[in-house]
Every structure is written in C-alpha cells, then in structure tokens.
C-alpha cells in the first residue's frame, strides 16, 4: 500500500504569466510526487472549473490561493493515510468531496493536481516509471479494449490565430501531422524542417517580425483564413517533404468563439455571416483542395444539428475532433455517440478535473471508435504528464503546441526520451492511427 503520508500545495505560474496550482503528494517513506496544472485561454463553458480568487485584488484576481488552500486544508485532511496507487479511489474521493457536477466548489485545479500528484507518488513509492504506473491505472478502467502502450502521431501547430494570436484569424490553429514518418524522432525532424521554412516563408512574403502565439505557433496578420493553410503547404514543400503523403494538415476551427446567434461570424477577409450549412460547405471545400486530416471544432458547441451534419458530409474524409463539444466528459461524449456527432474527442485533463474522470472518458471514446486526442491548453508549463499519458494508453495522437517555447519542448522532449528508454516495447503509431484518412 502506497499510504498518503503529506499533501502540500503552493501557488507558481505557467507559460502566460498565470497564477496556477502545483501539489505535492508524499507516501510513506518514499519521495513525493509533483504536478502542475495547466489553464485554457480558448475554454468550453462545459469544462469544470477552475477556482481563481475573483474577489481579491492580489493579482488582479487571478490568483489561486483559495485552491491551493483548499489542498492544504480540506483535501489533505480527507486523503491522509489513502492508497495512492489505488487512482479510482483517490479521485472518487476528490469528487465526493467536491460535491458539484463541474468542481467549482474545490476548483478542478486544486483537484486534477492532487489526482496527478497522488499518481507520481504511488510510481515513486513502487519504485517504477510514472508512464508504467500510468499504464497499469489505465489497464484498470473498466471496458473492453486495452491498447498496447505506443508512442504518438504529433499533431504540430504553424500558425496560430483566434484567441492564441490576438484574433489576426478567425480559425484557431493551421496545424500539420507527419504522417510518413517511421518514428517519432522522425516525425520531429520533420516538425522543426517545416517550422522552421515557414518562418522564412512569412519573412519572405512581409511578414518581418510576425511574433508567435500562446502555443509558439507564427501568428502573422495575413488576409485571409486560408492564407493560413496555403503557407504551411508551401512550408512542407520548401522542407522537401509531401503534402498529404508524408505531412498533412490539420485545422483547430475554435467556432464556438465566433459562433453567435445562430450564426458563424467570420472578419476574413471580410466580415461574413455564415451558418452552419455554409460554415461546412466553406470546409468541406479546403479539404477537397488541401491535404487536411483533421479538423477540431469546426462548429460551436452547441450546434448539434449541424455537428450531426457535417459528421454525415464529412466524417468518412477526415477526423472530426470535439474539444469545446465534448470537454472531455463522458455524459457529452455519449450523446454524441448516440447522435453520431464527431468521430474523435481531444482530452484535455484539466476539462474533467481528475485522472480517473479522464480515462473513462477516453476508454468510452476507444470503445465506441471515438479517435483520442491528448491535448496541452494554452497555459502550459514544464509538467510532462500528458506525454507518458498519451504513451502509457496508447492514445495514438497528442497535440501540444508549436516547435518552440521551452513549456511545448518539455513534452516533445519527454517523448524522445521515452521512445529511446522504451525502445523494443512499444512502436511509433504514424499514420495508422487515421485509418483511411
């Protein structure tokens, strides 16, 4: 038994200069274990919350000191003496003890890091790798299929815009997949050729100066939206590599940020008020003429009637992901089962507010056929966790950022690393992972 000996939180800041929460979690007469929560800028109102200190001027109330205060306190004494290594029972307890249906009353940042960190703690106290103590917790969820640990297919943002860019676009992220490579490293190599032949591309085309967004993505001014993608082919083709054959695209729409009335309200090149149906014909046109993959959150997430409709247009060409649709919760997910909305969901830990939470969530989703997509947020920092968590459930896909910013590398990083210690145990998905996309 991996008893719970000490609980301890503080207050520290991620990659946006943002209060956020890290715990540390102590078993018996071993090392403690530590996390760090990230924080979204681009949210689904469906997430569970986090608790910030709204009514205090400290940090013009963005700080976090009533969730680290309610780890120090009320969950450090519930927990005391609890089996770390037993996840569905640490997390239950977190949320009976939250009480609410979204964490908003101990904030799903105070609970997601006692989650993370009461798991680091049990691999410590083991003696094992925290990816090998994360597969075993995985293998525990209940359902009927159990992936082979496997290292996953990046999926790399170019260009940011919307909420990451200061709104220079209306779509979210132009993104690339390199879906020829035969190994992560690879895969990598591939990543930081592009990047890098972008960068010179917008110099070139005068866009001197062009700063990155939230996630280290260009976040140049251009035109139009679908300037965004024309750049990242060339940028492929200027790297010596295949558009579609060897590095594909992949599209982070965010419509829920431009969704109103009824109504999708694009601004480029001109201000256009679409709906639904002309938001998926305006897709359904990039992708017949570019080699995109995959696209999140092409529409709000509420727009179920039109979800159901792009999924029918759409759903046998590319992977359509739900992020703000699904938050990473099960209830939402099965709807869309139920309803044939989507065919990927991305998981976002901070979205369900424990680990536990979140891998039923993505046992549902391979269950059922649902592509899992492990996804950073916008408010990162050097926490690696969602890399052994995309290793350790062989998840297939994770999206963390862009090839640069030190809190996106940290990941990337952890996943070379990880291919090198478990070398001969576990294999690069690469483009398996999208069917017949």
């Known amino acids: 038994m991996c008893r719970i000996e000490r609980i301890h939180a503080r207050e520290v800041f991620d990659s946006r200069g943002m209060p956020t929460v890290e715990v540390e979690v102590t078993c018996a007469g071993s090392r403690p274990g530590r996390a760090i929560v990230p924080s979204g800028a681009s949210t689904g109102k469906y997430e569970s919350v986090e608790l910030r200190d709204r009514d205090s001027p400290r940090l013009d109330g963005t700080g976090v000191a009533r969730a680290v205060e309610n780890v120090c306190g009320e969950i450090a004494a519930a927990l005391k003496g609890a089996d770390a290594s037993d996840q569905q029972d640490i997390d239950r307890r977190l949320c009976d003890l939250d009480g609410t249906d979204n964490k908003r009353r101990l904030g799903?940042?105070?609970t997601l890091g006692v989650s993370l960190a009461a798991a680091y703690a049990a691999a410590e106290a083991q003696g094992i790798s925290f990816v090998d103590h994360l597969n075993r917790v995985w293998r525990s969820v209940p359902g009927t299929v159990n992936p082979a640990m496997s290292l996953p297919l990046p999926m790399v943002n170019m260009i940011s815009g919307g909420l990451h860019a200061g709104g220079n676009l209306d779509i979210q992220d132009v993104l690339i997949l390199p879906v020829g490579a035969g190994s992560f490293r690879q895969a990598w190599e591939w990543v930081i050729s592009v990047y890098r032949r972008l960068g010179r591309l917008l110099s070139d085309e005068g866009y001197e100066g062009h700063l990155v967004g939230d996630e280290g993505g260009?976040?140049?001014r251009l035109k139009n939206n679908e300037d965004g993608i024309r750049f990242v082919v060339s940028a492929i083709e200027?790297?010596?590599?295949?558009?579609g054959e060897q590095v594909a695209i992949g599209l982070d729409v965010a419509a829920s940020h431009f969704y109103r009335d009824g109504?999708?309200?694009l601004s480029k090149p001109t201000e256009a008020n679409l709906t639904a149906d002309a938001m998926i014909d305006l897709l359904d046109d990039w992708v017949a003429r570019y080699p995109i993959v995959s696209i999140e959150d092409a529409l709000g997430e509420d727009d179920w009637n039109g979800w159901k409709r792009l999924t029918d247009r759409l759903?046998?060409?590319?992977?359509?992901?739900?992020?703000?649709l699904f938050v990473t919760n099960r209830a939402r997910l099965q709807r869309g089962v139920e309803e044939g909305v989507g065919n990927s969901i991305l998981i976002k830990l901070n979205q369900a507010g424990t680990l536990w939470e979140t891998l039923e969530t993505m046992r549902l989703a391979i269950d059922r056929g649902y592509r899992p997509v492990i996804s950073a947020r916008s408010g990162e920092t050097e926490d690696t966790t969602i890399a052994d968590l995309a290793v350790a459930t062989g998840a297939g896909q994770i999206k963390v950022g862009s090839a640069a910013r030190s809190e996106r590398l940290a990941k990337y990083n952890q996943l070379l690393r990880l291919e090198e210690q478990l070398d001969g145990r576990i294999e690069f998905v690469g483009s398996k992972v999208l069917g017949g996309f």
């Open 108 to 110: 799903a940042n105070a």
């Open 218 to 220: 260009y976040g140049p």
């Open 238 to 243: 200027s790297a010596g590599l295949e558009p």
């Open 263 to 265: 109504s999708y309200h």
């Open 315 to 324: 759903g046998s060409k590319v992977q359509l992901i739900g992020d703000d």
